[in-house]
């Protein structure tokens, strides 16, 4: 999808409370171009979060963001794409697993819409956990409203609660909904953990009905693992106590 002013802005946001000091990845390789009609909310954004740059500091001749990522402090950015065509330097499908020269690589990886075009979507998860280090983090813009005919999917939070925080043990340090626009009537809405609750989010009424993205940022840390299961948040607990078919194997759902 490439980055538009509203991840620019939470990119910014990121910037001013982590900056990787060894590798970082980007899934697929993003585009940053300045969108006209919005050209004052990226000095906006500049702005608020202290930086005196200006959005044309940013730019790259070839309209990449490798410039825009580096500039923001998240260092000398690889690529990884399944082809060459664009000029990747990692060449890996999302839909298998990664060689062990790329696990424990990685202090950022940043994903501005790849995940969803990707089939095997538990691969692909479980490709970013292997490939972070202890301390990295991921950050991801995927499509969770809106974005229908897009990829092949649109996500939901409750995927970040159940995949990252409770099969994997990451911290989750944002997990939101960010409008296309950054002038709609509907803003970000921060998304609470649904085990807190019991109860599943109500998404309707609080989202609205443009594009939408679903953006997230998690934190790898020495207690996360690989992945055993995977169980939605309501559902867990709604069966504790109760006879059932035992724990999800995370190994057949990415079978």
């Known amino acids: 999808m490439g980055i538009d002013c509203v991840i620019f802005d939470r990119l910014v946001e990121l910037s001013t409370r982590f900056q990787p000091k060894g590798r970082s990845l980007m899934l697929g390789r993003q585009g940053f171009r300045i969108q006209t009609q919005f050209r004052q909310f990226y000095e906006q954004s500049l702005q608020t979060h202290g930086r005196d740059d200006k959005r044309f500091d940013y730019l790259q001749e070839d309209g990449y963001s490798e410039t825009l990522l580096e500039k923001l402090g998240f260092g000398d950015v690889e ?13 890996h499908d999302l839909n298998t697993l990664p060689s062990e020269e790329l696990e424990d690589q990685f202090e950022f990886i940043f994903d501005g819409g790849t995940i969803e ?8 998860l479980e490709s970013v956990l292997r490939m972070l280090k202890v301390g990295g983090r991921f950050v991801s813009a995927n499509g969770l409203n809106g974005w229908y005919g897009h990829g092949m999917y649109q996500f939901n ?4 609660w ?9 911290n989750v340090i944002d997990c939101r909904a960010v409008p296309i626009e950054p002038t709609s009537e509907f803003g970000q809405v921060e998304f609470e953990d649904p085990a807190n609750t019991g109860v599943r989010l109500k998404l309707a009424n609080r989202i609205g009905p443009g594009r939408t ?7 790898k840390t020495a207690a996360s693992h690989l992945p055993k299961y995977a169980l939605q948040s309501d559902y867990e ?3 504790q106590g109760h006879e059932n078919a035992g724990e ?3 190994e057949e759902m990415r079978a």
């Open 248 to 250: 999800t194997r995370f």
């Open 79 to 91: 690529t990884m794409d399944f082809s060459g065509y664009e000029g990747a330097q990692v060449i």
């Open 213 to 219: 993205y679903l953006y997230y940022e998690v934190e």
């Open 162 to 170: 159940t995949f990252w925080k409770r099969a994997c043990n990451c």
């Open 157 to 160: 939070p409750e995927l970040v």
């Open 237 to 239: 607990t709604k069966w």
């Open 117 to 124: 075009h990707v089939f095997n979507v538990p691969n692909a």
